[in-house]
């Protein structure tokens, strides 16, 4: 099954590359690693994970640590939608990107 991030998805990699390097940058290389290896994970069996209708028509999502990995998915593919603390506000967050 392919696997493929939204721009949105690859900035919040980034956003939390950013801020964990701020105390460690090594910290910050290795957990954007587990995250990626996470999303490959969740293309072994995507009906697994919990749906999210709150959040969206078809949106699941995964946890790792404190955040959590926001995801579409149809019979060929995985499209990570995006990859949030799980303190944020999510249904603010997945509204404001609606707009």
Request: net charge negative; charged share 25%.
């Amino acid at each position: 099954m392919r696997l493929a991030f939204t721009p949105r998805a690859e900035q919040d990699l980034e956003a939390i590359a950013d801020y964990i390097a701020a105390d460690n940058p090594g910290r910050a290389l290795s957990f954007v690693r587990e995250l990626r290896a996470q999303c490959q994970r969740i293309t072994h069996n995507p009906p697994g994970y919990r749906l999210r209708p709150e959040l969206g028509d078809g949106i699941r999502s995964c946890p790792h640590g404190h955040y959590v990995i926001f995801f579409e998915c149809d019979p060929d593919a995985v499209l990570i939608v995006r990859i949030l603390h799980g303190a944020r506000d999510l249904p603010a967050v997945f509204d404001a990107d609606a707009e």
